[in-house]
Nanobody, 123 residues
């Protein structure tokens, strides 16, 4: 079944860096876009970054543009989020996400989420 293992979160001071990883299984990873979302307590879920299957097209939220970099390694079924120049407002639970639309031979269509990894930016 579709499954994600997210890692790399933690406590970091403002201006610091973290790299999040999302190891995926249960679907044909190389054929779908991967997305990172985040949600802080009491706030709406926010799309952070998205990368298409080949990595050719990448989109970022305006709030993280120039500071975060999304990437993927299809051979390892893993997507990454490199976060630099972190700010307190980046504090949130970060989720790996995929939307399967029915063309995957290994998994049914649907929206799938990882368990989340906590990022806390504080002095």
């Amino acid at each position: 079944q579709v499954h994600f293992v997210e890692s790399g979160g933690g406590l970091v001071q403002p201006g610091g860096s973290l790299r999040l990883s999302c190891a995926a299984s249960g679907f044909t990873f190389s054929k779908v876009a991967m997305t990172w979302y985040r949600q802080a307590p009491g706030k709406e879920r926010e799309l952070v970054a998205r990368i298409t299957a080949s990595g050719a097209i990448i989109n970022y939220a305006d709030s993280v543009k120039g500071r975060f970099t999304i990437s993927r390694d299809n051979a390892k079924n893993t997507t990454y989020l490199q976060m630099n120049s972190l700010k307190p407002e980046d504090t949130a639970l970060y989720y790996c996400n995929v939307r399967l639309v029915g063309t995957d031979k290994r998994a049914p269509p649907g929206v799938y989420w990882g368990q989340g990894t906590q990022v806390t930016v504080s002095s």
